[in-house]
């Protein structure tokens, strides 16, 4: 009898333990056979499109209807000058109304102003959107370029304008050493700093070329219409001798060797192309006409 109470009492232990295991692994969580998930990617990131320069603008809609006489304006100011300006003309080409909502400017540093807020301009009508832009800060030889956002009832347009303040004004000792510079090489004016003032002006924003009136202006008057000029530089409105265009094409490209005129086409190492040289012949001829005479006839005129 004692053994066969033994056997049940371990028979009932054993039944203890399964009973035990089982409710165990009825407790657990069931273990999943599948592959893990990866986390979704993150979406790709939104690409902004490049800053649109005045170079690779496209046409608007609103040129149907608003002609601008510049897409971009540059001011030149001497060091000091708080502030500077710019003037955009415009004509309403359309046969109807066009309303000018406002002019949005990229920063506040810059104000536009136009005759009213609203601006109703009728058709033919001509009108001008002005521009102050605060030049604080801008070193001697710096830029400061903004944008001018014109919000009309027929689209938008963007004009951009350009402040430079001009380097501090040459000391005589400087002077000196550029007259120097330029006798042994008369191509010295357009490298290093003298090209920030013979080179990068030729140039508009965009980085065109500026042709014409434009140029001359930019790059010839430095010299020429200088208020301190040399007494060695010509004033070119009052030249002794007769002109033509022969006469401003042989000296603006080829130079004088031997002063300080600079040799401007591009193929004698200058930085005008023939397209320049040609708009700059055009302007001086019809700024200062004079007929040709022998004495500077194409067949007599030479390099000296």
């Known amino acids: 009898m004692k053994r066969m109470s033994c056997s049940l009492s371990l028979v009932g232990a054993a039944l203890g ?23 979704p990617a993150p979406p790709p990131a ?4 490049p800053p649109v320069s005045p170079s690779t603008a496209q046409p608007t809609a609103l040129e149907k209807f608003l002609a601008f006489d510049a897409g971009e304006k540059d001011d030149s100011v ?3 000058t708080p502030a500077a300006q710019f003037t955009f003309n415009l004509t309403n080409i359309s046969s109807g109304d066009v309303i000018i909502n406002f002019v949005q400017t990229s920063c506040g540093c810059t104000v536009a102003k136009m005759p009213s807020t609203p601006w109703k301009i009728a058709p033919k009508e001509h009108g001008e ?4 832009m605060q030049l604080g800060g801008v070193p001697p030889g710096g830029t400061k370029m903004k944008t001018l956002t014109v919000n009309t009832d027929k689209g938008v347009r963007v004009l951009y304008v350009k402040g430079t303040v001009l380097p501090a004004a040459m000391t005589e000792m400087d002077r000196t050493n550029a007259q120097k510079m ?16 013979h080179v990068e002006p030729a140039k508009d924003i965009a980085g065109r070329q500026k042709m014409g009136k434009d140029l001359y202006v930019a790059v010839c008057s430095v010299c020429h219409d ?13 030249l002794k001798d007769p002109t033509s ?6 000296w603006i490209a080829n130079g004088k060797p031997g002063t300080l005129m600079p040799a401007f086409a591009a193929t004698e190492g ?31 005129l030479q390099v000296k």
């Open 78 to 80: 001497t060091n000091g």
């Open 245 to 250: 265009p022969e006469f401003w094409k042989l």
């Open 46 to 49: 939104t690409l902004q499109p």
């Open 17 to 39: 333990i399964v009973i035990c295991v089982c409710a165990q692994a009825q407790q657990r969580p069931p273990v999943s056979t599948a592959l893990p998930v990866a986390p």
């Open 226 to 238: 200088a208020e301190h000029r040399a007494s060695f530089v010509p004033d070119l409105h009052h």
């Open 270 to 300: 200058g930085i005008l192309s023939d397209q320049q040289i040609a708009s700059l012949v055009g302007y001086l001829a019809a700024t200062i006409p004079s007929q040709p005479t022998a004495a500077n006839s194409p067949s007599n």
């Open 182 to 197: 330029a006798m042994a090489d008369r191509q010295a004016v357009f490298k290093g700093d003298c090209a920030r003032c």
């Open 129 to 132: 959107i002005s521009a102050t």
